[in-house]
């Protein structure tokens, strides 16, 4: 069976999925690929493995001035369109709503159009992180096209392929005798030794293929400046002011870490509690999420703005509760001064040290809330009392999400209340099934994890695995 994969390029991805498609050329594997490039970085990249007719280019083809049109011709849309415009992460330049509307409907129609035209089978995601991406996933679901969205493990490390926006596990997802076994030992090391959230696969870092750097494509600092110059004239209507600062604090690290550094010294000293064996008697954790970021912007908008979910925590829980509000260590460094201060003088919270591990955090409290945090997965791994307000892996693990207007019976009703260990081993069991053993992030970080021979030969060899366990599921359906 030949596949045609079409792949969603969105920043240095396409220098990732270059690789990608020398691999699979070389293993002679039955795919064929076009792609869509979202930025103009890497045209040259893709253009040397991929005919023009095979690549859509965005930011040469999206019309200059949105068009938008009837609404009707929105009527198949998966999901809400209106919901997959907020993911945006800045709202960057003052566009009316009807812009931005307009613009969504004209990505819609690009998308569509290129992907019906070059008959693809699968639609394979870099990271979701824009409302652009999530139209791109909405469109694959219209018309029938498999989605492929690599997901992080967190803690089990790894990767798998959500269907979704929402980190869906697949479909054959299954436990087995075998991944039972893993999944109790896993857990027994975790609680005895948390490991942390974010990790390259171990088993892996010491092949010979995993030494070998490929080639990052990186243009010079000269070359780069050249380019952004070049994309400004080219799309003006596409600028904004921010980019430049973006830009510059990317490329002049000292000046990104003066500032940065000066936030952070005003940030951490801002608490009320200093450890977690001080917590109040009755307490709730929620643990802030780094905002604004593609793993709370993309499937729970709604909550961008965390004061929402603060207040509805509060004004749900217990009157004999108080909600401890801790920090994410990363964003010391980013959020403003004035959200902590207004924080710690909402009723019914407390602010805890951002420097307290978020395990001994969830130990202690009563409860862990979380919108689509890693702390409510580690919670789950503990047996801990935990509930998600948005969908993501750690709603799955707890099998589902609360519902904000249920809220007051569902948050009382979860606290205290432990997860049983045969219900935590089935649900790791699950996800071991279909854990593959590569790391997956864009490219250019720091010791390159991504771009190592090794990694994208495990990359590309699940990606094929998936494929295959697709087709036997569906053949087994049928």
């Not at 949105?66 to 849309?77: K, N």
């Not at 009157?319 to 994410?328: A, M, Q």
């Not at 040290?353 to 009563?366: G, L, Q, T, Y």
């Not at 935590?424 to 771009?451: C, N, W």
Request: glycine share 6%.
């Amino acid at each position: 069976m030949t596949y045609r994969m079409a792949l969603y390029g969105f920043g240095s991805f396409p220098v990732v999925y270059r690789h990608l498609v020398e691999v699979s050329r070389a293993e002679r594997s039955p795919v064929e690929f076009c792609a869509i490039l979202t930025t103009p970085n890497y045209r040259r990249v893709m253009r040397e493995v991929l005919p023009q007719e095979d690549i859509l280019d965005v930011y040469a083809e999206l019309p200059r001035k949105p068009i938008g049109g009837d609404l009707s011709f929105l009527s198949g849309y998966r999901g809400s369109l209106v919901e997959d415009l907020a993911a945006l992460k800045w709202a960057r330049r003052k566009r009316t709503g009807r812009w931005r509307h307009d613009q969504g409907m004209d990505f819609y129609r690009l998308y569509k159009s290129f992907l019906i035209d070059r008959r693809a089978t699968h639609l394979l995601m870099s990271g979701i992180e824009t409302p652009d991406a999530k139209i791109a996933v909405a469109v694959a679901q219209e018309i029938g096209i498999g989605v492929i969205a690599p997901v992080d493990m967190r803690n089990l490390t790894g990767t798998y392929f959500s269907a979704d926006s929402y980190e869906t596990p697949p479909a054959y997802a299954a436990a087995t005798p075998e991944s039972r076994t893993r999944a109790a030992e896993f857990i027994q090391g975790f609680r005895r030794r948390a490991l942390p959230a974010r990790n390259t696969p171990g088993e892996n870092r010491s092949s010979d293929d995993d030494q070998v750097l490929l080639e990052s494509y990186l243009p010079s600092f000269t070359a780069r400046v050249k380019g952004f110059i070049e994309a400004v004239c080219e799309r003006p209507d596409l600028f904004d002011h921010e980019m430049i600062r973006v830009s510059v604090m990317r490329s002049f690290d000292p000046i990104r870490k003066i500032v940065r550094g000066l936030r952070r010294r005003r940030n951490e000293t801002q608490y009320d509690i200093e450890s977690a064996d001080l917590l109040p008697p009755r307490s709730i954790f929620y643990p802030l999420q780094y905002t604004p970021e593609s793993s709370i912007n993309v499937p729970a908008p709604y909550f961008v703005d965390q004061f929402r979910v603060i207040d509805a925590v509060r004004f749900a829980m217990p009157s004999d509760c108080t909600l401890v509000v801790k920090e994410h260590p990363a964003c010391l460094e980013m959020r403003p001064p004035a959200f902590i201060h207004r924080l710690r003088r909402v009723p019914g919270v407390m602010v805890a040290n951002a420097a307290i591990p978020s395990v001994d955090m969830i130990k202690h409290a009563d409860l862990t809330v979380t919108v689509t945090g890693t702390a409510a997965f580690e919670a789950f791994l503990l047996g801990r009392p935990a509930i998600t307000i948005g969908p993501g892996l750690s709603a799955w693990a707890l099998g589902g999400q609360s519902q904000l207007g249920d809220l007051r019976i569902s948050l009382p009703a979860a606290i205290g209340r432990s997860i049983p260990d045969e219900f935590v081993t089935e649900q790791i069991a699950k996800l071991l099934s279909v854990r593959y053993p590569f790391f997956f992030a864009t490219a250019h970080m720091d010791g390159e994890p991504m771009l190592r021979r090794g990694n994208i030969r495990r990359f590309w060899a699940g990606i094929l695995d998936h494929l295959a366990r697709e087709r036997r599921m569906k053949e087994t359906a049928a």
